[in-house]
């Protein structure tokens, strides 16, 4: 077995990802999807429309195509009201956590408080980014 062929086997694992994403718009414009002029933010491959849904193939994740100010500044909103649900929601967890080891009563009683009080704002969030138009 000759050893000095080994590297014609041994091709980049980049060029297989491309076969894939090439495979991948292929079949996204044979299910009507249209390709945009428009890259994606993140990794500059076109981008793909399909009914109401802008989305990169690649990254396989809806991408927002910022026309009018108004656009923009609703994704700023809805960006800033995810973040605050990721941040509640994270210290949900940690006074789960917290809860789980507390005796004391009036520590109970404070946490307790505070979970109410985010699960509303959380409520409250979820609310607002319902309202927001599609
Ligand atoms: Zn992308």
Redesign the pocket.
């Known amino acids: 077995m000759p050893t000095s062929v080994k590297g014609v086997f041994h091709y980049h694992p980049w060029l297989r990802v491309v076969a894939i994403e090439v495979k991948k718009m292929a079949e996204l414009l044979k299910s009507g999807a249209t390709m945009l002029s428009e ?7 076109p ?1 793909f429309r399909k009914g109401k849904e802008t989305f ?6 809806p ?1 927002v195509i910022i026309q009018t100010a108004e656009d923009e500044t609703r994704l700023r909103t809805d960006q800033v009201l995810e973040s605050s649900e990721q941040i509640l929601l994270a210290k949900i967890q940690e006074i789960n956590l917290a809860l789980k080891n507390e005796n004391d009563p009036e520590k109970l009683m404070a946490y307790g408080n505070a979970l109410s009080s985010w699960l509303g704002a959380i409520e409250k969030l979820r609310r607002l980014r319902a309202r927001s138009p599609e």
Do not use: D, I
């Open positions: 890259t994606c933010p993140e990794c500059g491959t981008l990169c193939a690649k990254c396989n994740k991408v």
